[in-house]
């Protein structure tokens, strides 16, 4: 039985809707993934193996259905950089019973800045 299926899980979060407990769960996934992975070493060598590596350590989180990570930026060969928040491109989906809310990570060149955001919010 997963974590969120158990009721004295689901008591914490009685205060909540379905679908502020979706955006919630994904806010902590997409924080957490931004905290943890940001200035990891990354090369055209190990990109699509650090990307599998996120979104399967990821998909750990509660009530987290699908992810995928995509690394952008023009990556050399034979040479690594530190990862950056600028070169993360997420796409999360988070189920909450019969809610389903779609969350991004993603550099908007605009802001100068890597935007945590929510898509959309769909009820099954």
Do not use: W
């Amino acid at each position: 039985m997963k974590i969120e299926e158990k009721d004295v899980f689901k008591s914490y979060f009685k205060n909540l809707t379905l679908r502020e407990r979706a955006v919630f769960e994904g806010g902590i996934t997409l924080g957490a993934l931004f905290h943890q992975f940001v200035g990891t070493p990354v090369s055209l060598k190990n990109r699509e193996i650090l990307e599998r590596s996120i979104e399967e350590s990821m998909k750990n989180q509660p009530c987290v259905e699908d992810i995928s990570v995509e690394i952008v930026g023009n990556l050399k060969e034979d040479e690594y950089v530190s990862l950056e928040g600028k070169m993360l491109d997420v796409k999360l989906k988070v189920k909450v019973e019969n809610t389903v809310a779609y969350l991004r990570l993603r550099y908007i060149k605009e802001l100068n800045y890597p935007l945590m955001y929510v898509e959309r919010i769909d009820e099954e």
